[in-house]
């Protein structure tokens, strides 16, 4: 089954349409595919609890099919347009229910979030006259897949593969304030009148207008800022004294997060202290790109990594669970760089540069030591 029958199949499903048959297609499809069925049952969970709402509002479609358009195919696209298309005639005919068109283009935009892993999600607190003040988007990103997303005031970001960051439906107010899980990079539009920041749960980024990168997993043992252009001030979220670090262009910061956790106990800190790094950018020299960011042109970089930091990033980027076996393993470290390799080149490469061995079962990686 292709990508764009799957994606109708679940667009019937969400809005009820789906006949008999196409219900007994789509089983089939999950039973042979079970990774499938946790998302679709989240899916149903978002459907289920916001469909009064969003139905309402046709406009709320259109707005969600401006943010999908970048991520989907051409023939997904034509058919949501003709879906919503067909939909407008038979509101004006008025030959058919009005809920039926409208309740499958808005399906539509949710399984289409379901394929191409961008998930986009309104939430909307207090009354309706507080309805513009708080409603708020979330958007996320699974294994496997990486977004671009513009905000309202024109800040661009790119969201990296199990990502998620959530932000202000109009943006107003003297800050404009985001929520980070997982890694992006923000190109911020300068306004010196309100400043951007970032949260996270180890740091809070500030800046008026530039470019950096942000790395903040929770799985992971570091929270990275890295500054390509401009300037910006970093809090750390636990510091008892909220000290500021300034960071300047080629700056890289490094917080130890379980470290970062203890500060209230501790006291200040200082730079190059075991719970702060300050360091530089590293640039690749043939393309003057800094390592930071390659993800953001599809590029799966490792520089002087341990294979364990590296499995974390395979598994997010290839949407698999990676086991090492040794734990000697874990800490050698390694530098490569691929550019839209397969899952199997980017394994064979690195085998040959270390002494292990691996196997691909689906989608699970064992490594283990050579014999």
Do not use: C
């Amino acid at each position: 089954m292709n990508q764009d029958r799957f994606w109708e199949l679940i667009s019937l499903k969400l809005s009820g349409e789906a006949k008999p048959s196409e219900l007994t297609e789509l089983e089939s499809f999950l039973q042979a595919n079970p990774d499938e069925g946790l998302r679709i049952e989240t899916l149903m969970a978002i459907w289920d609890s916001r469909q009064d709402l969003a139905i309402q509002k046709k406009e709320a479609f259109s707005r969600h099919m401006q943010r999908l358009s970048n991520h989907l195919s051409e023939p997904v696209l034509q058919y949501e347009h003709a879906v919503l298309e067909q939909y407008n005639g038979q509101e004006e005919q008025n030959n058919k229910p009005r809920g039926t068109f409208r309740k499958i283009a808005w399906a539509a935009g949710i399984a289409a979030s379901l394929l191409t892993g961008v998930f986009i999600i309104s939430t909307i607190t207090g009354n309706k006259k507080e309805t513009k003040a708080n409603a708020h988007n979330t958007v996320s990103t699974k294994r496997g897949s990486k977004s671009k997303i513009n905000l309202p005031d024109g800040t661009q970001v790119w969201l990296n593969a199990d990502s998620r960051i959530t932000y202000n439906e109009n943006f107003q107010g003297s800050l404009r304030e985001v929520e980070l899980t997982g890694e992006a990079f923000f190109d911020v539009v300068r306004d010196e009148t309100r400043p951007f920041i970032i949260h996270t749960a180890a740091i809070d980024v500030k800046v008026l207008g530039t470019a950096f990168n942000v790395r903040s997993y929770a799985e992971e043992k570091n929270t990275e800022t890295s500054l390509i252009r401009g300037s910006v001030e970093i809090t750390l979220v636990n510091s008892p004294d909220k000290k500021k670090i300034i960071l300047k262009p080629n700056d890289k910061l490094i917080v130890n997060n379980s470290q970062a956790t203890v500060l209230q106990q501790s006291g200040g800190v200082k730079p190059n202290s075991p719970v702060l790094t300050l360091g530089k950018i590293n640039y690749i020299k043939k393309d003057s790109i800094a390592v930071e960011t390659l993800w953001t042109r599809n590029k799966l970089a490792f520089d002087k990594e341990s294979l364990e930091d590296i499995a974390l990033k395979i598994e997010r980027w290839y949407d698999v669970k990676v086991m090492i076996v040794d734990e000697k393993l874990k800490k050698e470290f390694y530098t490569a760089t691929f550019d839209d390799e397969t899952l199997l080149q980017v394994m064979e490469a690195l085998q040959e540069g270390g002494g292990f061995q691996y196997s691909i079962n689906k989608k699970e990686v064992m490594i283990s030591a050579d014999k």
